[in-house]
């Protein structure tokens, strides 16, 4: 997996794509529109950005940040305690019931099982540049994957209009599969340390069950194994 990931501009994937003299009529619009489908396809954590706000919880909810893609989690600013999802088909007040807090979100609303408070939400969102643009992995094999979707997916358009042979397609869609799949396992493949991690997570005699209220802190530390001698009398 990419350890270090960089950004560039969206506009640089314009450019190539445009380069094509098929394709010179390929707006702006189009190629976020085509981002952000790939960004879903291949799904790595690392084609996002960590973010983290804070929400003032009234009549038990509150509007989440615009830019979410998904929540990691949601936390509980006074206890520090984390909510965990919600299973309450009525939205029972549970903040101080052994189950405790617990969220759901709904049309862009986070919903919890508490009426007021505050709490911390740890989410994913896309990269944005300073005019808003979504801004891409400076990484030559995602570049590739990216190029050659927009491609096939605008050779799409213009072959149902009878615009482009069927060979110029399915080179496009040739050239995507070959290079998203590259792009998966490049950046879904654990790097030396957090294979380490994964080791210390499924190497244990006790498995350890309230990792999600420490906010995964300890989930990857290794178990050390204390041997005593017996004294001989």
């Known amino acids: 997996m990419v350890n270090e990931v960089r950004f560039i501009s969206l506009r640089e994937i314009l450019s190539r794509v445009t380069r094509h003299k098929a394709l010179q009529d390929v707006d702006l619009e189009a190629v976020i529109q085509y981002t952000l489908e790939l960004f879903g396809l291949i799904g790595a954590p690392q084609l996002y950005e960590d973010k983290l706000v804070r929400l003032c919880i009234h009549n038990y909810t509150a509007e989440l940040p615009c830019d979410i893609v998904r929540i990691i989690q949601v936390r509980d600013e006074h206890t520090g305690i984390a909510l965990r999802a919600m299973t309450d088909s ?18 862009g609303t986070l919903v919890t099982s508490f009426r ?35 491609k096939m997916r605008a050779f799409e358009d213009r072959y149902d209009q009878d615009k ?70």
Do not use: C, W
């Not at 990484?139 to 927009?150: C, G, K, R, S, T």
């Open 164 to 233: 482009i042979r069927r060979e110029v397609l399915e080179k496009a869609e040739a050239q995507y599969s070959f290079y998203a799949g590259k792009a998966v396992s490049r950046f879904k493949t654990p790097s030396e340390s957090e294979m380490q991690a994964i080791t210390g997570m499924m190497h244990r005699m006790i498995p350890s069950t309230n990792e999600f209220e420490a906010g995964f802190k300890g989930l990857g530390d290794s178990e050390n194994y204390i041997v005593r001698k017996a004294h001989r009398r």
């Open 90 to 107: 009525f939205n029972t007040e549970s903040r101080f019931l052994p189950g405790g807090a617990s969220f759901k979100t709904q049309n």
């Open 116 to 150: 007021e408070g505050q709490v911390l939400v740890a989410y994913k969102a896309v990269h944005v540049d300073a005019d808003n643009l979504p801004m891409l992995p400076d990484d030559q094999v995602f570049l590739l994957a990216l190029e050659n979707y927009i």
